[in-house]
């Protein structure tokens, strides 16, 4: 790691290693590190792979200048929000410019006020919002739930992405479906995957899963296996019953 490059999170399980910073990055957070492959403990390596060290890291907040054309957008952002009497520091967490695309981590408190001064605002003019997904990250304690938004500008020709944390403990996060009606079955089909409750959506339901199902299948702690399929009055069992190793 340069000089330059810091680094926060909890590296105290890297065994002193420092991961390896992308170029132009000044700063990441590393999230948890992991060692091995496989999932084999306490057992012999016969695989090569048991020295492997994956340290997990997001990019960490970006400094002025961003460039690309992105700190005129920041300002004009900055001073709309400040004009409709919300707090820059206090909406807006981080801000991170990486691969080419800016990022505004928005705190869950505000998302509703951020989306309407991206909708209405006429030096912004995001008309078009392409939907939520859900990001589940286990081991970002206090933030393990993540909603990923799209905001397209017709007007100004710009994308952004805002991003929304919500802990495991308190998954809800307030709907923008009021602002963009196209969030509707991106917001249910993300409640249904990872669990994140959207405070006001008109109709909170299952979009994907059975409407009786347990569970959120797309976050890291569920359970993998599956469940038996019935195929032309056979069951098949599933995939992780189908084969024992004595």
């Known amino acids: 790691m340069s000089d330059s490059t810091t680094a926060t999170g909890s ?14 990055v000044k700063a990441i957070d590393l999230i948890n590190v992991s060692s091995g492959s496989f999932g084999v403990q306490g057992s012999g390596d016969t695989s090569g792979f048991g020295g492997l060290v994956d340290m997990r890291v997001m990019p960490g907040p970006s400094s002025r ?23 820059a520091e206090g909406s807006v967490e ?34 078009f919002c392409s939907g939520v997904s859900g990001v589940h990250f286990p081991d970002d304690t206090g933030r393990e739930l993540h909603a990923v938004y799209h905001f397209l ?14 802990p495991d403990a308190d998954p809800h996060i307030p709907s923008i479906v009021g602002v963009y009606p196209t969030c509707d079955w991106h917001e249910r089909e993300t409640w249904d995957f990872f669990g994140i409750v959207f405070d006001g959506h008109p109709a909170l339901t299952r979009i994907e899963m059975p ?3 347990i569970g959120h299948p797309q976050r890291k702690d569920y359970p993998l296996g599956g469940i038996e ?11 992780d019953r189908r084969r024992a190793y004595n």
């Open 153 to 166: 500008s017709i007007t100004h020709n710009r994308r952004i992405r805002v991003e929304v944390t919500a």
């Open 211 to 213: 409407d009786d199902w």
């Open 94 to 127: 981080k801000v991170v410019v990486d691969r080419g695309e800016i990022t505004f981590f928005v705190t869950r408190e505000h998302l509703v006020a951020f989306a309407l001064t991206l909708r209405d605002e006429p030096g912004l003019r995001f008309e």
């Open 229 to 239: 399929v019935e195929f032309k009055g056979a069951t098949i069992p599933a995939p």
């Open 11 to 24: 590296p105290n399980d890297a065994g002193g290693l420092q991961p390896v910073v992308p170029q132009g």
């Open 65 to 87: 200048p961003y460039g690309g054309g992105f700190d005129e957008l920041a300002e004009e952002l900055e001073l709309c929000l400040a004009a409709r009497g919300v707090p």
